[in-house]
Structures are given as structure tokens and as C-alpha cells.
T-cell receptor, first 113, second 114 residues
């Protein structure tokens, strides 16, 4: 079956620190991978995506590379800001009509100045 | 120009009541979903509709009934509300881009049952 495992939080960093949030997946077939972000009191926003092996998704200084050999999609940012404080979700789509996203449990990031 | 909208944003009600949450998308997508986010932020699919046809119906109590009057709307009706129904409910929509199904989420409805 399909599943997503992401590192437990919370992650607490100082401003300008380097961020890594680990995500690994189990999937049959050729899934697409996503990172969503949920800011306090808001809905989920798509942060970045990758649709095939070795693709790198990037947005707002965040990056993640689809690694088929290690079944991973780790999220990284070189220098976090206070405004990056949010919950980050790694998700997998089996790429079939009508199928749901499979989410990791979310990682809370707290950045202090 | 909101892509996926939900009403209401907050819903506070008493046990035993019946309530509905409405969702509309103006993206022209053909698939819509309901997800439930629990107090630990875990997201789980409840239902999905493709062109008004029910595709996913996860193991949820039959007190929950989705209705899709057209491709742009997916409503969620909940009968006999229980304390455990308190959660944030997210609507989402998607459209195939090749084989990629990128989902767009609404702002969520926070349901509190007292």
C-alpha cells in the first residue's frame, strides 16, 4: 500500500538557520510527491511538487528532490524566517483519477528571531 | 477570485444537531474531496467525487453524507453530531494534468460540538 512517513516535530530553529524536514514514502507505481504548508488558522497551500524521479521542486526558497532510490522527498531551506513558522505536510498522490492524497502526520516548525 | 471556498468557516453546535458544510470551486475541476483534520493535525480522506459520482467513501459513520449537485459543488451533511466530530474539515478539488492530480484546498471549516 501507499504511505508517507515524516519526521516528528516540533522543530524549533532560530532565524537564518538551515531547515531539513525528512519525508519517506512507500508506494506502488509512480506517484507524485508534494509538500503542503498550513499557516496558523489557515488552510493547506501547495508549497512545491515533484512528479517523477530526480525532479526537484522549489518555491519560496524551499526545495525537495524526488529520490526514488531512497524513496525520500526531504524538504530543505537554507535560511528560515519567522514567517516560515507553520505545519508542513509531505503528501503522495498515486496519480489515479479520484484518489486521495496520502499525507504524513505533519511537522510543526517554529522559528524565533 | 477564490479558488476553493467553504462556508461556514466556524461552526459551533450542540450534540445531536444536524449541520451542513458547503464547498464550491471555480477552477473547473472535475474531482472534489472532503478531508478531516483531527486535533493532532492528521489529515484523512473522507470522500471524493468525480463528475458528481462518488469515488471514495472511506470508513466514516453513515451520519456523514456528501452531496454533489454539480461538478463545482460538494456539500457535507452531518446528522446527530457527536463530540468526536469536532475537527477541521477541508474541501479540495483537482483536475488531471496528464497523469498528475494536484489538489487545491479550501480554507477549512472548524466544527466544534459541545
Amino acid at each position: 500500500g501507499n504511505s508517507v512517513t515524516q519526521m516528528e516535530g516540533p522543530v524549533t530553529l532560530s532565524e537564518e538557520a538551515f531547515l531539513t524536514i525528512n519525508c519517506t514514502y512507500t508506494a506502488t507505481g509512480y506517484p507524485s510527491l508534494f509538500w503542503y504548508v498550513q499557516y496558523p488558522g489557515e488552510g493547506l497551500q501547495l508549497l512545491l511538487k515533484a512528479t517523477k524521479a530526480d525532479d526537484k521542486g522549489s518555491n519560496k526558497g524551499f526545495e525537495a528532490t524526488y529520490r526514488k532510490e531512497t524513496t525520500s522527498f526531504h524538504l530543505e531551506k537554507g535560511s528560515v524566517q519567522v514567517s516560515d513558522s507553520a505545519v508542513y505536510f509531505c503528501a503522495l498522490s498515486p496519480n489515479q483519477a479520484g484518489t486521495a492524497l496520502i499525507f504524513g502526520k505533519g511537522t510543526t516548525l517554529s522559528v524565533s528571531s | 477570485d477564490t479558488a476553493v471556498s467553504q462556508t461556514p468557516k466556524y461552526l459551533v453546535t450542540q450534540m445531536g444537531n444536524d449541520k451542513s458544510i458547503k464547498c464550491e470551486q471555480n477552477l473547473g475541476h472535475d474531482t472534489m474531496y472532503w478531508y478531516k483534520q483531527d486535533s493532532k493535525k492528521f489529515l484523512k480522506i473522507m470522500f471524493s467525487y468525480n463528475n458528481k459520482e462518488l469515488i471514495i467513501n472511506e470508513t466514516v459513520p453513515n451520519r456523514f453524507s456528501p452531496k454533489s449537485p454539480d461538478k463545482a459543488h460538494l456539500n457535507l451533511h452531518i446528522n446527530s453530531l457527536e463530540l468526536g466530530d469536532s475537527a477541521v474539515y477541508f474541501c479540495a478539488s483537482s483536475q488531471a494534468q496528464g497523469i498528475i492530480y494536484e489538489q487545491y484546498f479550501g480554507p477549512g471549516t472548524r466544527l466544534t460540538v459541545t
